[in-house]
């Protein structure tokens, strides 16, 4: 599909982009760029790519199609590194969580003659690196494209089919909404992990151990969101600022009438908001986004 | 082990425990009653029991093991229909989330000839009701006893070898301990989860649908907590209300402080927190409280 792709950043999207291209035949070339020469061997070492270079200006020359994998806080600096070595009519894009943000960093600083579309693959695991990719991770998923309204039809149109290849739906929607969709489902629950896996991490110690060892009654499904990457999920929250703190505006408020309900003992609206929310998880699971299995399946993943 | 056991109610916990006490051949009689004749009918259909009746003082009749799976709001109606046709020296035990409740519900109703012995399995999945049961489901568990300091030993020991048989590990411990350990890993989860649901599903009805359609970012890992029994949960919240409230005021107090870092963009102190949460997911996986794989090992339950 391609003669030459480039990934800059080779972790969990990287690597899963590069088992799946490779899988389906989608380019000739692989190049890929790391900032870490330590993850750069190992992506060499997996056998990611075809060429391996710590110069991302290096790695997209001649390349088709440049993705950017980085943590969306150093797109900027990505943009003016490769500038100068994109070819004629490259599509760049990018698999970031914020997408506004990634415009305003990239467009100025890339040249009139490449095409950027940005992306977001609506998929992930809470392990990071080159080593935690695999093919099947795009499959049935999500991924939304946000280009400008000026952007160039044919690119688009091929970035979609090159998503489609790896397993997933495409949804192209603007920036803004894309930044305020994504505060909901996902910025605002790795917020709220986070917060709650904090929050235990700093009882005393005694309390703390018992807390790990009874985590099969709730809690340890927000310490596998709580163990994502801190890099991309600090870049997320400074980069979409204003749609998660508008969002995490109305949880708070949510939160207090809650709050307010067991402490006067109100029954029937503990009742009322407990059966609603079951409508949404079975809408989740019609619609295939998540598995029917108790606990998640987790018992056939022991066995 | 027991040539009688009564299960009063017959969900998830009591359903397991029925395929768990058959398998490995912990009593004669297993006699079941439920207050919804639908349910009964359906667990007789299943053949969960020998003995099936609406009337839990008929079901507790020559019982040496009475345990209560009922949701922890009608304990003390449990209690006081039960008292009068318990036999003399009979264990009385429940699986309630909640313990001290549990203990001011129950114990002034029973005679002083049995034995009362609160229990809580730290098992469950998000379905409930008869058919949801299954008999590994307290494999690998914790299960909490928390018997008052003047019961007889015999009795707490004979229901922890119970809970052994039934896969379990047993932890004896004061009630209100456990009352605070379970609003930290298990009852503020659950708020939490019910309330990002539930700001989700208030949404317009265009946005909502993004959300279920996009859930896979994370919010399908609340949706699942979030469709927990209803009933259960609505009684948790009204007889844990003081260590809930204790524990919610942490929470929020650091949900502030998170606020006020994305807010000012203060990336070390949100790096920071992210880092050290990774830990405790660590932990809980190197003490097998749940399992390795990536996104709780879904992909094997698709396969």
Chains 1, 2 share one sequence.
């Not at 709220?192 to 709730?218: H, P, Q």
């Not at 505006?249 to 009438?257: C, N, Y």
Request: charged residues 25%; glycine residues 8%; hydrophobic residues 40%.
């Amino acid at each position: 599909m391609f003669d030459k792709v480039a990934l800059i950043g080779i972790g969990l999207i990287g690597s899963s982009l590069s088992h799946v291209m490779r899988r389906e035949g989608l380019a000739k070339t692989i190049s890929i760029s790391s900032r870490s020469q330590e993850t750069l061997a190992r992506a060499q070492a997996l056998g990611l790519g075809n060429e391996f270079t710590l110069d991302a200006g290096e790695a997209v020359q001649d390349a088709d199609l440049v993705i950017v994998c980085t943590p969306v806080g150093v797109c900027e600096q990505v943009a003016k590194t490769i500038a100068p070595s994109l070819k004629a009519g490259a599509i760049v894009t990018d698999v970031g969580s914020v997408k506004a943000s990634v415009v305003s960093q990239m467009l100025p600083n890339l040249p009139d003659n490449v095409h950027l579309v940005p992306g977001h693959p609506i998929a992930g695991t809470e392990y990071s690196g080159p080593d935690s990719g695999f093919a099947s991770l795009f499959e049935n998923r999500w991924c939304i494209l946000t280009p400008e309204t000026s952007t160039d039809r044919d690119a688009i149109s091929k970035l979609k089919t090159f998503w489609e290849k790896c397993g997933s739906q495409v949804e192209i929607m603007t920036a803004t909404h894309h930044d305020l969709v994504l505060a909901i489902t996902s910025h605002l629950p790795h917020l709220i992990a986070y917060n709650i896996v904090g929050t235990a991490s700093d009882l005393e110690t005694d309390t703390r151990s018992e807390v790990i060892k009874f985590s099969a009654s709730g809690f340890r499904d927000f310490t596998r969101i709580a163990a994502s990457d801190p890099t991309m999920w600090r870049d997320v929250f400074l980069h979409n600022k204003e749609a998660v703190l508008e969002i995490l505006g109305r949880f708070s408020e949510d939160l207090s009438t809650l709050q307010r309900a067991i402490r006067k003992g109100d029954g029937e609206y503990l009742f009322d908001l407990f059966s609603k929310t079951r409508d949404i998880r079975r809408s989740i699971i019609e619609i295939g986004q998540d598995v029917e299995s108790p606990n998640f399946g987790r018992h056939e993943a022991e066995d």
